[in-house]
């Protein structure tokens, strides 16, 4: 007994996904440190388990369905292994999951992230199977859990959760439920908190940044003002935006900002009339072309990137030609590229005319062969060119060599000279490559 009080407990949290879930993460991560619990990198001795997954695609749910079935042998060695799924799939799959593996203890899902500690502590002292499915949609989760940041150095700030655009192909707004915005007030206070503790970037998140304050006062572009003149802040960067609500105010306050990057994520997802129409994106070639000559005429340094989804259903030869074309003209930085996942419940999945998987792949590797060599060419402009740095660490593969990011959100890898994570640097770019600028600091 006297070994059980002394003994701290061990949590792993398994996160995929995307920032938001990330960021949720550290929010769970938070709770569990406050019922105490400390992370451990070792789930063969972890006495708590979760998983916060992601269905975006179908690759992503099988992944954690792998691991679910792992899971099951720690479980089986030690009964009072506690094991829970969070996040998107939990959210879409509920009780599903639990009579599929019932070695799943409880199932919490994206709009009740702050009742983690609640759930666990409740199946801590009945000791027996309890199973919870808690999915039903309130108003702001997460909110005031905790926070264990995975960084000191960068932060995310969830500005908004759930998403009202319904895009045929995505199963986002159905597992996030309907835009929510938090009080400017509430976000300033998160951020102002950051920075206090020595953060030097913050990123605002919101599957749409753009749409920012339901229709209240209170609009993004004044977000980013307000965050721009946080005493001691020196990066502000934020994603999504969706290309229909970037209004020429925000593009005035990212131009205006001292501490805004010049880096906008802006998926386009395709470069078609016909496909976009049936993606419901509600924006057109055109309009998008005329958005990124606005941008790129204010702020003429700006990064520009995005996600691009091919084999949708009906994409002819002809549209994906068009896509191409039009890669090449608007010429990203950098492009997140998918292939198109059918995710039931979506308009898109029983749509006529879905792609075949050879045809899909055949596509992909066509689409990043344009890209990459796009990239590759932009990259090589900027040879030569002395650029800031925010230093990261030592990167994965060589200690010997750092990593850190410039303004526009490329990574540049650098021989360490006794640099510290967090300093700002300026680094002579002298390899440019397609994903990465090697350089070293003048
Ligand atoms: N809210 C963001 C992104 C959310 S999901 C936005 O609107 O841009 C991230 C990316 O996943 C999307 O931009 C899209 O390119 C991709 N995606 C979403 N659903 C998909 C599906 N069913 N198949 C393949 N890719 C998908
Ligand atoms: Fe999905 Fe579209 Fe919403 Fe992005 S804007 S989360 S792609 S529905
Ligand atoms: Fe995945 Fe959910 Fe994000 S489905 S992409 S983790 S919002």
């Known amino acids: 007994m006297q070994e059980q009080h002394t003994k701290r407990k061990k949590a792993k949290l398994l996160v995929y996904g995307c920032q938001m879930n990330r960021s949720d993460a550290e929010r769970m991560e938070g709770q569990l440190q406050e019922i105490g619990y400390e992370a451990t990198e070792d789930m063969s001795e972890a006495d708590l388990i979760l998983i916060n997954t992601c269905c975006v695609r179908e690759t992503a749910e099988d992944r954690v369905y792998g691991k679910i079935g792992e899971i099951k042998h720690l479980k089986e060695r030690n009964p009072q292994l506690i094991f829970g799924i969070t996040g998107c799939m939990a959210q879409k799959e509920g009780e599903k999951l639990i009579q599929r593996a019932p070695h799943i203890d409880f199932v919490l899902g994206t709009n009740r992230v702050h009742e983690l500690t609640r759930i666990v502590e409740e199946i801590e002292a009945e000791h027996t199977p309890h199973v919870e499915v808690g999915v039903a949609e309130t108003e702001l989760p997460a909110l005031n859990a905790p926070v264990a940041r995975e960084s000191k150095l960068t932060a995310w700030v969830p500005i908004m959760y759930g998403c009202n655009n319904f895009c045929t192909y995505c199963i986002v707004p159905h597992v996030r439920g309907r835009e929510r915005s938090r009080s400017m007030e509430d976000i300033l206070q998160e951020v102002e908190g950051v920075v206090a503790e020595g953060c030097q970037e913050v990123t605002l998140l919101g599957q749409n940044v753009n749409s920012y304050g339901n229709g209240s006062e209170e609009s993004f572009a004044e977000l980013l003002r307000q965050v721009d003149q946080v005493e001691g802040i020196r990066r502000v960067r934020f994603m999504t935006s969706h290309p229909k609500d970037l209004s020429d105010e925000v593009i005035e306050a990212i131009r205006d900002g001292e501490h805004i990057c010049e880096h906008i994520h802006l998926p386009v997802q395709y470069g ?58 608007i010429r990203y930085d950098s492009a997140y590229t998918f292939i198109y996942s059918k995710r039931s419940g979506t308009p898109a999945a029983t749509m006529e005319n879905q792609v075949e998987d050879s045809v899909k792949h055949e596509r992909l590797t066509r689409l990043m062969e344009v890209q990459n060599e796009i990239s590759r060419e932009i990259n090589e402009t900027l040879k030569g060119r002395i650029m800031e740095i925010l230093v990261e660490g030592p990167s994965k593969n060589d200690e010997a060599t750092w990593t850190g990011r410039t303004r526009t959100n490329k990574m540049v890898l650098f021989p360490h000279k006794g640099e510290q994570a967090g300093d700002f640097i300026q680094v002579k770019i002298t390899q440019p490559q397609t994903w990465v600028l090697k350089g070293e600091q003048v």
């Open 272 to 329: 078609s009339d016909a496909i976009l129409k049936r993606m419901n994106r509600k924006y057109t070639v055109d309009s998008y072309r005329a958005l990124v000559k606005r941008i790129r005429a204010a702020i003429p340094e700006v990064s520009l990137t995005t996600d691009l989804i091919v084999g949708f259903p009906g994409e002819t030869e002809e549209d994906f030609s068009a896509m191409l074309d039009f890669l090449r003209e």
